[in-house]
Nanobody, 124 residues
Framework: QVQLVESGGGSVQAGGSLRLSCAAS????????MGWFRQAPGPEREGVAFISRDDITEYADSVKGRFTISKDNTKNTLYLQMNNLKPEDAAMYYC??????????????????WGQGTQVTVSS
């Protein structure tokens, strides 16, 4: 059974940094396409960062140069390093995974497995 558990969210001031973690169980991260999504109040869940099984990464334009996605195969964990945070980055952040060889940052429908989310708050 695949499980994803996010952690690392919190409250920071604008310009600050956070590192989100997504601990995986039931599979190994290097065999899955994985991504980070976020959802502010409302129905839309926005793709933020993506990493392929071959470690190819892609980012939403709004976070390029500030966020970095990575994974540690030995710890079976996905990360999202977030620097220079802005108030508009505040949201619930989710990690997602799928067995398909996904290429590029795509919509939430491409992913089968989801974590429960971790909240990020950024004050101005």
């Amino acid at each position: 059974q695949v499980q994803l558990v996010e952690s690392g969210g919190g409250s920071v001031q604008a310009g600050g940094s956070l590192r989100l973690s997504c601990a995986a169980s039931g599979y190994t991260v290097n065999k899955f396409s994985m991504g980070w999504f976020r959802q502010a109040p409302g129905p839309e869940r926005e793709g933020v960062a993506f990493i392929s099984r071959d470690d190819i990464t892609e980012y939403a334009d709004s976070v390029k140069g500030r966020f970095t996605i990575s994974k540690d195969n030995t710890k079976n964990t996905l990360y999202l390093q977030m620097n220079n945070l802005k108030p508009e980055d505040a949201a619930m952040y989710y990690c997602a995974a799928d067995t398909k060889n996904i290429v590029g940052l795509g919509p939430r429908d491409w992913y089968m497995y989801w974590g429960q989310g971790t909240q990020v708050t950024v004050s101005s």
